[in-house]
C-alpha cells in the first residue's frame, strides 16, 4: 500500500512562474511544496533584476486580452501583499522600416483585443517627451496601460503569500528526478522522495533536464540575454512619472525603461544574444552587445551615456514565441510551464492557470496555443526561435 502523498502539488523552479503557482495553488486550498535549487531571489535564470516591461501592445489579440487579465490579477496580488508591484507610465513602440511586424499589425491586433491605441509619428513622439529622438517620419503608436512590473519584489511577495497560504517553499535543493507511481508522482529532491498528486515543472532554462527522462522533451531554445543600466545626464527626467517605457522594432530590436532600482536608466535588446546550455552559460556581459545597445540608445535617448552596470539572464524560447502552460499529453499530473522572453508581465495569470491544471481545473483563459502537444512542439520541428 503506497504511503498518503504529502503534497497536492510540487512546484519545481521558484523564479517568476513557480513562485506564482505555489502562491495560488495554497490559496487555492492546496498542499503546496515549492522546491527551487537556489538560493530564492538567484540571479542565473530568467526572473532577476528590478523591472519587467508590461504593455498590451501585441500583435495577435489574444496576447492583448491575456495583458489585459493579468493587469488584473497583479491588482489582486498587490492588495493581498499590501504593495504596489505595478508602476503604470504609458508605453511608446516606434516601427523601424525592418521590422518583422508593422505598426499596423500591432495596432490591428491591440484594436481587436480592446485596447486603445494612439498612433503618433516620429516627430510626435519627440514633442511629448523630448528624451526620445526618433526619425520625425518613424511610424510609432502609444497606449497608456503600459509601464513597468517591480519583478524582483512581485517574485518576493508571491512566495510571501505563498507561505502564508500553507506552502512549504525550500530553496538549495535541486529536484534530480520526477517518476510517476500509481498515480502519485514521486519527487526526488534534497536526498528525500516526495509523493504528491500532481508536479508543476516551472524549471525555466533547466526543463528539459526533467523532461528527457520523462520521454518529454520540448524543442526549446535558451539564449543568454542582456540588459544595461546606462548613466543619465539628467536622472529626474526619466522618472517614471516623466517617461515612458518604449521598445524599438526592428531587426534588432530594443526596448527601455524609466529609472528605477538603480541610479542610472535600464534598456536592452531583445533576443539578441547567443544560444546557450543553462549549465554552461557564462555571466560575462557580451562587450560587443553592450557597445551595440549604447550605440543604438546614444541615438534615440540622447540624454543617455555609457552603460555603468550590465546583468547577463537566460531566455527560454519556443519555436513561435507562444507560452507553454500545459499538462503532459503522456504524463497528465505534470504541468509544464515555459514564459519564453515575454512572460514576466503575466507572471500571476500564468502561474494561476498552472495552479488550477494542477488542481485538475479548466485554466482561465483556456487558450489552445500555450498546448505543450501543438503542432509548433511536434517532435522533428525546427527549433528556432521566430523573431516577433
Ligand atoms: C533579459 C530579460 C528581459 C526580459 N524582459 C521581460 C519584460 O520586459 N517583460 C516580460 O514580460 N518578460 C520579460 N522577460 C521574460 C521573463 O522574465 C521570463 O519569461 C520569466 O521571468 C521566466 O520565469 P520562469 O519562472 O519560467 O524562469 P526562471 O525565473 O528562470 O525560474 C526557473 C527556476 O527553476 C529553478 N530550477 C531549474 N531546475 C531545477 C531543479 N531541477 N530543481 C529545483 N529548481 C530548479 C531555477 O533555479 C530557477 O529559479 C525577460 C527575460 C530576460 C532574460
Redesign the pocket.
Known sequence: MSAEPAADVAV???????SAAACWAARMGARVVG????PLG?D????HDHS???RLAYHHPDYVRLAATAYDVWGEVERAAGEQLVHLTGGIDMFGPDAPLGRDVYAAGMIEGGAEVELLTGADVSSRWPQLAPPGDVPALAHARAGFIA?ERATAAHQRLAREAGAQLQDG????AVRPSGRDLLVE?GGRTIRCRSVIL?????LN??LEPLGASLPLTVSR???SYLAADDLDRFRPDRFPVWIWHGARTY?GFPAFGERAVKA?EDQGGPEVTARTRSFDPDPEATARLHRFVSELVPGLGPPVLTKT????MTPDRDFVISALPRHPGIVA???????????SLLGRMLAEISLGRTPSPDLERFRADRPALAPGRDPSPARV
Open positions: 519545481v523552479g521558484l523564479g517568476g512562474l513557480g522546491l527551487e535549487q537556489f538567484h542565473r535564470g530568467g526572473s519587467r516591461l508590461i519583478s535543493c535541486a529536484v534530480t529532491a516551472s524549471a525555466g532554462a533547466w533536464e526533467l540575454e542582456q540588459i526596448y536592452a539572464c537566460l531566455y527560454t510551464a515555459v514564459a519564453d522572453g515575454h512572460g514576466f508581465k503575466f507572471a
